[in-house]
């Protein structure tokens, strides 16, 4: 905490008179963890300051810069609250992720065309921004999560469209996010509200084939599939998840970190 304190003290200033390309810049620079090497701790505090200067800029910004800067939004509102925010804090931060998300998606006259003719979801399913739609289903599947009565009354089904256009345009996008975000969603959601366990280890082992180096994507089937069904895989998949640990910070610096996380915790579960 006292790190990341720090790199706020260090990181958040206010360069007054700063031209709206150097506050986008500036905020970039705080948000790249790929440069040099990667702190986990210290990292909050930049995350942080890069979401200020984000929305700082945003009602400055039209056109493809504002919807640039709406996917970053809804990015790094979801990884703040993954991350980074106790239970309390996460639902405000998932809140604003997914719609900063829907204004992007907004921004395409045809998805507001469709949104009004035949409702949200048909637009979802015809949406043709991949960046926009798998932001909305990760911070709308995670918000739903404290928002029962929506998620009942079509929320769900809702995030499923916004996964499901997302893989058919780029199932590649993020790791394997789409293929990875599907084999999550079938596997957490009760079948009334669209889950299927039967789509389970497709997705997953799609979405490993996709990305080996993103490691959540051989943790989350290893503790959402195999965990329960086959012990030898479970454990097979979270040995290979903590062998590539020495590298696997490069491609992935936060999300590698924080599925090494689990892979250590659920490593006590192997011989």
Known sequence: MRKALAALAVFGFVLLGQGIEELL??????????????????????????????????PKLSGEARRE?????????????????SEREKEPAYGKGKDYALLALRMDPEFVQVEGREGHRAALRAAKDVEAL????????????????????????????????????????????????????????????????????????????LDPDFLQNLVDYAELWAKDRDKELFCRLIAEALKKAPEAQTKWPLYNHLALERARKLASFCP
Do not use: C
């Open 69 to 85: 800067v709406l996917i970053k939004l809804s990015r790094a509102y979801f990884e703040l609250a993954e991350a980074y925010l």
């Open 134 to 209: 798998f932001w909305y289903g990760n911070n709308l599947g995670r918000w739903l999560s404290f928002h029962w009565f929506s998620a009942l009354a079509g929320g769900s089904q809702d995030v499923l469209a916004a996964f499901e256009r997302a893989a058919e345009l780029d199932e590649g996008y993020w790791g394997g996010g789409p293929r990875r975000a599907l084999g999550n969603f079938h596997a957490q959601t009760p079948g009334f509200l669209g889950g299927d366990q039967a789509q389970v280890e497709k997705e997953f082992l799609r979405a490993i084939e």
């Open 25 to 58: 810049a500036q905020a970039d620079r705080l948000y790249d963890r790929w440069s040099g090497g990667f702190d986990f701790v210290v990292y909050e505090g930049r995350l942080r300051e890069a979401i200020r200067l984000w929305e700082e800029a945003l």
